[in-house]
């Protein structure tokens, strides 16, 4: 429905829409934002991780805090859905939460940003205090049209608040780092203000060494210290460090901030392994950018002894300009790729996995890369090919609990899946 009003009245005008929702969400629940410190974290890939993280580290220092991601809220002890292939969602149900997140006691709110909801004006009214960027890649140019309006989306994020905190080491730095708000830069060499060294990666954990900075300390003075994360990847550096900022900018203990991020690990649907007592290894992840794709197979390849087996698509109405890219990003690293049904809406299948097969140069069709529409069949086929020693990751679901065929939601869950799937082989070695 609201494809067709876009279509008809145009998205500038629907976004007057949204902002008259917006307004009256806020005079309905009194503004609740107000009453919160609200930490706004927006990006392209690794924005659920990094609220999680933040969100760990404010609970460890012992502040009462709720948070809203794409995989759920979490307002106290209770979850909360917010509806399917959604992260910022609709005025009057983020209001809602806000509200109850007051009524709750809660004293900190984080909440996943997207560019759609800044450009919609769908977080109008919301107090963001503090603002956070973790990257800005190829993605939603559906929408935005170009990179350069995608990051001047995300930049409203930084208008209006008290402290900003970017990536130094992205793209992005270089819009956004103009910023008034601008408190502190992260990343991995030592020009950021936090940054990251002796990083060492296994396949289900990361360590590290922080140097960490306190711009909240008269005079401002740095520390140094070692995070272990239950997380794997640089990416999850990145993620890490960016909550370490938080951490800083309100000024909790280092213990805090290591015990905070050490108890964030199995969050669902990214790089989550699925043990039913194979062989080899298979994991489900979110990823659904070029970026995150070439990020999440670039650290696998060397941690497999054997083949990486990949299995992804590409959404349907939505930035196809990406689909060559993604198939670049699994080609250059991947062994064997089967391209499948994700979210496919009103575009043919096949037509989906054909631009994203063009960007596969180096392999073989029906030798080292295979097109199987049907997402079940797809999985069950990698999974058949996988021996001892590999590695099957299903990619762009995650969490996510429906598939969209032809324009219909249907119940879905790759883990669920993937579970089903390995049952069927029957095997007996337990990794």
């Known amino acids: 429905m609201i494809d067709f009003f876009r279509k008809l009245l145009g998205q500038k005008n629907l976004n007057y829409y949204h902002l008259a929702a917006a307004v009256a969400a806020n005079l309905i629940y009194g503004f609740p934002s107000r009453k ?48 399917l292939h959604t992260t910022t969602p609709s005025p009057f149900l983020l209001q809602k939460l806000l509200s109850q997140m007051v009524k709750n006691g809660s004293r900190y709110a984080v909440l996943e940003v997207t560019s759609h909801a800044l450009d919609q004006f769908r977080t109008w009214g919301i107090n963001f205090e503090t603002a956070v960027a973790t990257n800005i890649t190829h993605e939603h140019l559906d929408y935005h049209k170009t990179y350069e309006e995608y990051a001047r989306a995300k930049a409203k994020l930084f208008q209006n608040v008290e402290y900003g905190i970017l990536n130094m080491e992205d793209k992005s730095f270089e819009y956004l ?57 640089r990416f999850n550096v990145y993620n890490a460090l960016a909550a370490i900022c938080v951490g800083s900018i ?16 199995a969050i669902p649907g990214r790089m989550e392994f699925i043990d039913e007592g194979q062989d080899f290894y298979a994991m489900v992840d979110f990823a659904h950018t070029p970026n995150a794709l070439h990020a999440l197979f670039s650290f696998l390849r060397p941690k497999v002894a054997g083949k990486l087996i990949v299995v992804f698509g590409a959404a349907g109405e939505r930035d196809s300009a990406k689909r060559p890219l993604m198939g670049r990003s699994a080609d250059e690293v991947a062994d064997l790729i089967i391209l499948t049904r994700e979210d496919n809406r009103s575009e043919y299948i096949l037509e989906i996995c054909k631009q994203i097969a063009s960007g596969i140069q180096k392999k073989v069709r029906d030798r080292d890369y295979f097109v199987i529409p049907d997402r079940r069949e797809a999985l069950g086929f990698a999974l058949r090919q996988a021996r001892s020693g590999d590695l099957v990751v299903i990619c762009g679901k995650g969490h996510e609990q429906s598939l969209n065929i032809d324009g219909a939601e249907i119940p879905w869950d790759d883990r669920k899946v993937m579970r089903e799937e390995l049952k069927k082989l029957n095997v007996e070695y337990k990794i």
């Open 177 to 233: 780092k103009n910023s008034p708000s601008t408190s502190l830069t992260y990343g991995v060499l030592n020009a950021a203000q936090v940054w990251a060294e002796e990083i060492r990666e296994e396949l289900k954990a990361t360590d590290f060494i922080v140097h960490y900075f306190l711009p909240s300390g008269d005079p401002p003075q740095g520390d140094k210290f070692p995070i272990h994360l239950n997380l794997q990847g």
């Open 250 to 265: 309100y000024k909790v203990p280092r213990e805090a901030i290591q015990k905070g991020l050490e108890k964030v690990s």
């Open 36 to 83: 919160l410190r609200v930490i706004g974290v927006t990006g392209t890939d690794g924005k659920t991780t990094t609220v999680n993280l933040i969100a760990g580290i404010l609970k460890e220092a012992g502040l009462k805090v709720s948070f809203l991601s794409t995989i759920n809220a979490r307002i106290g002890d209770k979850e909360y859905d917010t509806g």
